[in-house]
């Protein structure tokens, strides 16, 4: 190397490098501002800015729904939006689903509380996805039968298996709660 | 993911500027599949656009009778609107046999067109792939490739378009609307996708400066004998081994029009305008239905694992057909 010319090997010139900028998201009713690059997804600006580690990072590529989060009432997959994106949309997240709606005496959605009546998790690693992927389906209103829960529910893994259990919680919410449905 | 800037387009003459100005830019609207590429170290655009206000998520009536799909409705409310339920059950069956309830929420009509393969080499960056770096090789043809083509591949790439709703949309005769700087343009959906043959890094004739902005739907749905059969490693969220869409207008227990497409075999839709018409002004039987299967399948070539597509398509054609014919 050393008998190499002297001339100064200049960096690659390379774009200018792009600004964050200020998102304001609201975020289970509350609006936060934080100063975000423009590849920050949803999930991230949850967990790592606003301390909403609920939400769950599991495959970070939209297979395993360990990130669902609602947005204007949908479910999604917080992992593959970008947070720049969704800066004019409500997202509810599992901390917030009880601003949802009515809350049992314990504070839980009843969702919430079915999970825990029908032992709907072991690790519970998945459990936030579940859940607000679960609230997610009552409100779309096209589960009829368990098949079709079983089938809407296809975007969510569990690695414990827990599936028969989170089947019934959802059934059991599904059929006494209508007003959640 | 690469460092990229990000801008949102308030109108069409906006996106179309930006995306015309600036040859790393891309679209972006759902971003199931981008953000995932990007993730991935696949694609990496300095710049996106965010179309996502642009409006163009209504799903109308033509002039023909038809039906206007916007191009940024999400593949949940195309497959839910109760037109497309009623009119077009096929295309609603085939969006909802794809991905995930929270996928077909963020995922539009466009971007679904536009998806990527699944092909695990395209994905695999440490290997030689002649879609994501032209001329590096094709690692799928000597390689594991149990999901790859059997028909239309070349020697450069067997990678199979990974669309459920295409398959359908192929059926159904569709028209893709495209706006480009100059004007509009319409692509017949026969024509929107392309073979690999020597360039199989250009999945679509949309050019890079053009936007879809709406796949149309011509009047018939055939919503009295249809299939979408699709047929995957498990029960639900997975990608098409193989699926045929069907749609059939019967008179008695005659065939009197037929379209057929199927998906997970090819680099795009395949469509077999020779087979279709074995069909018409033929008995719906199976011996009907053999002919054509068997015709699709002439056509049809092995790399080792994904042999056994061959008599699986033969088979799902059979089935398909039938079941649409009932």
């Known amino acids: 190397m050393s008998n190499q010319s002297a001339t100064i090997t200049e960096a690659p010139k390379t774009a200018q490098l792009p600004r964050t900028s200020i998102v304001t998201l609201t975020v289970n009713g509350e609006q936060r501002s934080l100063r975000i690059a423009p590849w920050t997804t949803l999930l991230d600006a949850l967990r790592e800015y606003l301390d909403l580690t609920g939400t769950k990072k599991g495959c970070d590529h939209g297979q395993c729904g360990a990130c669902t989060v609602l947005v204007d009432g949908k479910r999604i997959n917080a992992c593959l939006a970008l947070a720049v994106m969704v800066d004019d949309r409500e997202i509810t997240t599992i901390e917030g689903l009880t601003k949802e709606g009515s809350a049992t005496p314990d504070g839980l959605h009843p969702m919430q509380a079915a999970f825990i009546e029908h032992d709907a998790f072991q690790c519970g690693y998945c459990t936030p996805g579940q859940i607000c992927s679960a609230v997610g389906l009552l409100k779309e209103g096209h589960a009829h039968s368990r098949e079709d829960i079983q089938e809407l529910m296809s975007g969510n893994i569990c690695r414990c298996g827990a599936y028969p259990n989170i089947v019934d919680a959802i059934e059991d919410v599904k059929n006494h709660q209508p007003d959640r449905a | ?35 995932d590429l990007m993730k991935a170290n696949v694609m990496h655009p300095t710049h996106l656009v965010d179309i996502t206000r642009l409006g ?3 799903i109308e009536e033509t002039e023909e009778g038809g039906l206007r799909l916007g191009s940024l409705v999400t593949n949940a409310e195309t497959a839910y609107h109760p037109q497309v339920a009623e009119r077009y059950p096929l295309l609603a069956n085939a969006i909802l046999a794809g991905a995930s309830p929270q996928l077909r929420n963020m995922a539009t009509n466009g971007g679904n067109l ?3 393969t699944r092909c695990y080499y395209f994905y695999d960056t440490a290997t030689p792939c002649n879609k994501r770096e032209p001329g590096s090789g094709c690692s799928a043809l000597n390689g594991h490739n149990r999901i790859h083509a059997i028909l239309g591949t070349s020697e450069h790439c067997i990678a199979t378009h990974p669309s459920d709703m295409c398959v359908a949309l192929a059926a159904l005769e569709a028209v893709v609307r495209v706006t480009n700087r100059y004007g509009e343009r319409a692509i017949p959906f026969a024509d929107f996708h ?11 004739n949309l050019e890079p400066d053009e936007i879809i902005t709406a796949v149309e739907l011509p009047p018939r749905g055939f919503s009295q004998h249809f299939k979408y059969l699709k047929i995957r490693d498990r029960a639900s969220y997975a990608f098409a081994l193989v699926s045929v869409a069907v749609g059939l207008e019967m008179e008695g227990d005659t065939i009197r029009e037929a379209r057929l497409a199927l998906g997970g075999v090819a680099h795009k839709p395949w469509r077999n305008l020779e087979a279709e018409a074995l069909l018409v002004g033929n008995p719906a039987n199976r011996e009907t239905f053999k002919r054509a299967a068997d015709r699709i399948v002439a056509d049809a070539r092995g790399y080792g694992s994904n042999s ?19």
């Open chain 2, 1 to 35: 993911m690469n460092p990229f800037t990000y801008s949102r387009a308030g109108d069409l003459d906006e996106a179309v500027r930006e995306i015309s100005d600036n040859d790393r830019a891309k679209f972006i609207a759902g971003g199931t599949n981008l953000v």
């Open chain 2, 56 to 58: 163009l998520s209504a």
């Open chain 2, 114 to 116: 536009l998806q990527r």
């Open chain 2, 194 to 204: 392309r073979l690999p043959g020597d360039t199989p890094h250009i999945d679509a």
């Open chain 2, 308 to 326: 056994f597509k061959i008599e699986l398509a033969r088979r799902a054609v059979v089935r398909a057909l039938n079941e649409a014919a009932k």
